[in-house]
């Protein structure tokens, strides 16, 4: 990993709590979630998703401070329940203005397998198969992404993906 960033360090006013939320489609139904600092809270909707979730879409987490529009991080991740892996992009900007753009790196991918970075072009943001981890190595990301400091969380391996710019 080229770079690390600390929450505190975000894009945005450093006086204000930072809000985590997301978004993820269930059976065709778009939804919506804001974290709170409860542990069972993200461990229940972690169940929910990992059980309940749409398997071709991709799911959206962010980091916004309160009161503003637009969020200072963004983890993009997809899964495949069936065979147990899944592969995250994560950008960030701090308060230089500076961006960061980070893909998780694992060794359990496959070729037969197919996740995208985004739902609504798969075959111009397909993730490569050298980027997958797997779900339990997911659900740690996402926790360390609700509750940890440091950015991209360190409970996968990340590469520094420098021509993503999306939040």
Excluded: C
């Excluded at 975000?10 to 139904?29: E, K, Q, T």
């Excluded at 779900?135 to 991209?152: H, K, M, S, Y």
């Amino acid at each position: 990993m080229s770079s690390q960033l600390h929450k505190s360090n975000l894009a945005g006013p450093g006086d204000r709590n930072l809000v985590i939320s997301g978004a993820f489609r269930i059976h065709g139904s778009r939804y919506g979630v804001t974290f709170g600092r409860n542990r069972l809270g993200l461990s229940t909707f972690l169940e929910f998703f990992e059980a309940q979730g749409d398997n071709a879409e991709t799911a959206f987490l962010h980091i916004t401070p309160q009161g503003v529009e637009f969020p200072s991080a963004s983890l993009r991740f997809h899964l495949d329940r069936e065979f147990g892996v899944a592969a995250a992009l994560m950008v960030a900007a701090d308060r230089d203005g500076k961006e960061y753009s980070w893909m998780t790196s694992g060794k359990a991918g496959r070729d037969d397998i197919i996740l995208v970075q985004d739902s609504s072009s798969p075959r111009d943001t397909r993730f490569p198969s050298e980027s997958f981890i797997t779900i339990a190595e997911l659900r740690e990301v996402i926790t360390q992404w609700v509750f940890g400091d440091a950015l991209p969380p360190p409970a996968a391996r990340w590469v520094a993906m420098p021509d993503v710019r999306w939040f």
